[in-house]
C-alpha cells in the first residue's frame, strides 16, 4: 500500500460490518463454502481492536460496559435462533475483554494482574461466550501493545497460531471440521495490515454513533426471518 494511505476508524468498522454480513450468511445459507468464513475472519480482530481503543478514549468506562451488555443482551435471542447455538454473542466476549484490561490496569500485583486476565478468559470459555478466551486475549494485547503495534501483531499472530495449533491438536482431527475451522481462522490475520493503517481518526465517514452496536442484532435479525420465513 502506498505510504500515504490511511483508514479512519469509522472506514475500518465499516470494514468489519461488511465482513461480519458475508460471514453470517456463509454460516448459515453457504455452510460449504469457505470464501464466506475467510471474508468473516476480518471482524472479530477489528473489534477487538476498536475496544482496546475505546477503553483508551471513553470517559465513562461503566456506561461503556453496559452499552456491550445492553446489545449483548438484545441479540441473545436472534443469535441463538439464527445459528442455533449458545446465546452468548460477541458481545459478551467484548465485554470480558473489557472487563480483562480494566481490571489489569487496576491490579496492583503480578497475581491480581494474572487473575484479572485470567479470570475473564475462563469465563468466556466456559459459558462459551462467541470467540471465548481468543477475544479476551486479543483485547489485552492490542491494549497492552497500543504504541507499539508490532508487538500488537505479534501477540496476534501467536494467539492465531500457537492456540489455535493447540486446539487442533487436541482435537486429533487434522482432516476434519477442526482442521477446516483452523485454517480459515489464519485469515484473520489479513486483518493487521488493514489496522497498520488506522490514523487515529473515527470519521470520515460520519456515521451514526450507535450503528455499529445497533447493527448487529438487527442484522441477525433479518437474516433470520429471511432464512425462516421467505426461503
Known sequence: ???SFSLSGNQLKLIAIFAMVIDHIGA???PSVALYRIIGRLTMPIMAYFIAEGYHYTKDVKKYMLRLLFFGLLTMWPYNAYF????FNIMFSLLAGLIAIVLTDRATTSLTRILAL???MLIATYLQFDGQFIVVLLIFGFHKHRNHFRMASLNMLLVYIVIEAMTLMAAGTPGGPQGFHLWVQLFALLTLPLLSRY???QGPP???????????PVHIT???IIHQYLL
Open 199 to 201: 490514523n487515529g481518526k
Open 118 to 120: 485470567l479470570v475473564p
Open 1 to 3: 500500500m502506498p505510504s
Open 222 to 224: 433479518i437474516l433470520f
Open 84 to 87: 442455533g447455538y449458545g446465546p
Open 28 to 30: 448459515v445459507f453457504f
Open 206 to 216: 460520519a456515521l451514526p454513533r450507535y450503528l455499529f452496536y445497533a447493527f448487529y
